[in-house]
């Protein structure tokens, strides 16, 4: 039998006692919106943005307000509907284990909201500014899944390949696809290249990039999910989990927000 790891990583690069600390789930969301403003100052120099430094500090903002908003609302309402009914004050609830129990369709939904808020509230294009942000989104979601696989948490289905990883934390002593990197790799990794490829093809869009990273993020979610232990046990209806089924939703609704924003307006704009 072969001598698979035993997943025994700490979630606190800094533990100050009784579950409180400096924890790698945190930092990651700390390093995304870093990347975030950064990688926007970066894109300003390539003339794919106009923002100034201000700008870009006030949609940071409503990105991270969108991000966590959109992200709790998405666990409690997707995934814990039941416990969110029963005690709606668990929304808000962010000292239950700070910033776990977030869902990533939701935060998607939420930064996307915050990025059109922002911009009719400064009377620019929301479109492009969420283009900007979909070559810059797969950072903050390569972070956060390496931060699931530090954590423990969101394992994979159990599995024989050699590589595979025992997690004391799914009650069983089975080796398991850690399926975590995969999505880090998949979801994080090829899912930027690809973004990063189309806005260098599209430098003057206004949704299209949007649009495209939705069908993209859905169908490798798709995929990558056969190898995921489905949440909380999470019944299969017709072969899928719940989250293929929420990616399945966002396919659909990326391939409407690309045939809408590929209109001739819409691809003919100046960089914002």
């Known amino acids: 039998m072969l001598g698979y ?28 919106f870093l990347a975030w403003y950064y990688g926007l100052r970066w894109f300003r ?15 940071l903002l409503y990105t991270v307000a969108g991000v966590l ?12 509907w039941a416990e969110t009914m029963r005690n709606p004050i668990s929304v808000v609830a962010f000292w239950n284990g700070g910033l776990r129990g977030m869902a990533s369709h939701g935060g ?21 500014v969420a283009d900007n942000a979909a070559v810059l989104a797969p950072v903050g ?14 394992w994979g289905r159990p599995a024989q390949v050699p590589w595979a990883v025992i997690f004391p934390e799914s009650g069983t002593h089975m080796p398991r696809h850690p399926s975590q990197l995969y999505e880090a790799l998949g979801e994080g990794l090829v899912l930027g290249l690809a973004m ?14 949007t649009g495209a990273f939705f069908v993209a993020y859905g169908v490798i979610r798709i995929a990558l999910e056969f190898f995921r232990e489905p949440d909380f046990g999470d019944p299969l ?7 293929q089924w929420f990616s399945l939703g966002l396919v659909v609704v990326g391939g409407f927000i690309f045939w809408w924003r590929s209109g001739a307006g819409a691809l003919r704009r100046k960089a914002v």
Do not use: M
């Not at 939904?109 to 009377?123: C, I, Q, T, Y």
């Not at 972070?143 to 954590?151: K, P, Q, S, T």
């Not at 990063?196 to 990039?209: A, E, H, Q, Y």
């Open 141 to 154: 979601i390569f972070l956060g899944r390496i931060a699931n696989f530090i954590n423990g948490e969101l």
């Open 69 to 80: 908003v959109g992200g709790r609302l998405g666990y409690c309402l997707l995934y814990d």
């Open 196 to 209: 990063f490829w189309l806005r260098s093809k599209n430098p003057r869009s206004s949704g299209r990039v």
């Open 237 to 243: 209806l017709a072969g899928l989990s719940r989250g």
């Open 45 to 59: 120099a390539k003339g794919w943005s106009a923002l100034s430094d201000s700008q870009i500090s006030e949609l």
């Open 5 to 32: 790891y035993t997943h025994d990583l700490s979630p606190f690069l800094i533990e100050f006692g009784r579950g409180w600390g400096i924890r790698y789930y945190g930092l990651a969301y700390v390093a995304g």
């Open 108 to 128: 998607i939904a939420g930064a996307l909201v915050g990025f059109l808020l922002w911009s009719r509230k400064n009377k620019l294009d929301g479109w492009a």
